[in-house]
């Protein structure tokens, strides 16, 4: 027998459906702001507070979870639908509101550091995302669930044994197999965004991979891997050469390719992302501008346009960066969010019109007089 929550919850009303308005306002809050928790006065000045666990890295990892969700939707179509229909029924909400609490997770896992280094505040964290969803409204027995992610984010059976904790005391019947799968994702979608830090990368430290037995669907988890490579090296974030570490050759050795040439980390490039007004939209809208609702700009990285249009066009509508897009950010987005290449050719094309306004009428009247002259010595001669 299911043991479910009797109460049906609507996450519309929360305010937690604006995915994207919450988002930049947890970047600022939680991302841009000193570790020693200080308050800094203009958070959107100075230096960058958090060059490793800052906003950008939060941002992505939200990116991931779609993108990771809609390719094991896509190769595990009954497995993955079975998990979210689990964990809707349980909590008596629907699979939009169980994807989009994961992001939220997936946002706030890193808002109780203290510093860079390896991660001793998952807890912390865990805190700060479990007051936060019951502040906005979320039950608390379904924030305890989306809790335990983050305090056991790398700790898969303390993980198991905290949903068994939790099931008894609110007397109810999740499977641990369908809150394993969003665990997953979390996990996954932080993993790959060490590909920044690291100089190499195995596929096997994805718990998905196992799950792509299939020689092309794992193929396209590797693409995947390949296309955030890519995202980070253009947003001017990979620390040093990266090689990917992949399934075994013919020879019965671990392949190894070449997944980032060489760092690009740059505290200024990375500024114009993190500093801009709305920090997240600005941080995703190399994917979003392709695949979201908003598509006023375009990708300034044509690798990442191309990766996007072949592969997230999953059946299951949560696969974006963030599919709720609220139309008012993508209104009064600053221009600094623009990317520099189009600035650059904005400007250029200003430059070449006064050129042509101030010196245009010169350049008629002198092709006129070298003219008459030509004529001249034609008849001269």
């Not at 979210?84 to 992001?103: P, Q």
């Amino acid at each position: 027998m299911l043991m479910a929550r009797k109460e049906k919850f609507d996450l519309k009303i929360t305010g937690l459906d604006q995915f994207t308005t919450r988002a930049n306002e947890i970047a600022c809050i939680y991302y841009l702001q000193p570790f020693n928790g200080e308050a800094k006065a203009d958070i959107l000045s100075g230096k960058l507070e958090r060059p490793v666990h800052g906003a950008m890295h939060v941002s992505r990892v939200v990116s991931y979870v779609g993108l990771l969700h809609n390719l094991q939707f896509k190769h595990r179509h009954k497995a993955v639908q079975k998990y979210l229909e689990n964990l809707s029924a349980v909590f008596n909400t629907d699979n939009e509101s169980i994807l989009l609490l994961t992001k939220y997770a997936a946002m706030l896992h890193d808002a109780g550091r203290k510093a860079e280094g390896p991660d001793k505040w998952d807890a912390d964290s865990a805190d700060i995302t479990s007051n936060y969803l019951i502040k906005k409204k979320v039950p608390a027995e379904i924030a305890a669930y989306f809790k335990a992610l983050i305090e056991y984010k790398d700790d898969l059976r303390g993980f198991k044994k905290q949903i068994d904790g939790l099931n008894n005391h609110y007397q109810l019947s999740v499977d641990v197999s369908a809150i394993e799968y969003v665990h997953g994702l979390l996990h996954d979608s932080d993993c790959l965004d060490v590909i920044r830090t690291r100089s190499s990368f195995d596929m096997d430290y994805l718990s998905c991979s196992k799950s792509f037995k299939d020689i092309g669907a794992y193929r396209e988890l590797k693409k995947l891997v390949k296309f955030v490579a890519t995202l980070i090296s253009t947003q001017k974030d990979a620390g040093c050469r990266t090689i990917l570490v992949s399934e075994e050759t013919q020879q019965g050795a671990r392949a190894r390719e070449v997944l980032i040439e060489s760092a690009t980390f740059r505290e200024a490039g990375k500024k114009r992302y993190e500093h801009s007004e709305y920090p997240f939209s600005t941080i995703t809208k190399d994917i979003n501008d392709k695949y979201g609702k908003s598509k006023q700009q375009h990708s300034a990285n044509p690798r990442i346009e191309k990766w996007v249009a072949d592969n997230v066009h999953g059946e299951y509508p949560l696969s974006a960066v963030n599919t709720n897009v609220d139309h008012e950010d993508s209104k009064t987005m600053r221009p600094e969010s623009a990317p520099l290449r189009t600035e650059k050719i904005k400007i250029n094309n200003t430059r070449i019109s006064k050129f042509i306004a101030i010196y245009g009428k010169f350049l008629v009247e002198f092709l006129s007089k070298v003219s008459q002259f030509a004529r001249g010595v034609e008849v001269l001669g």
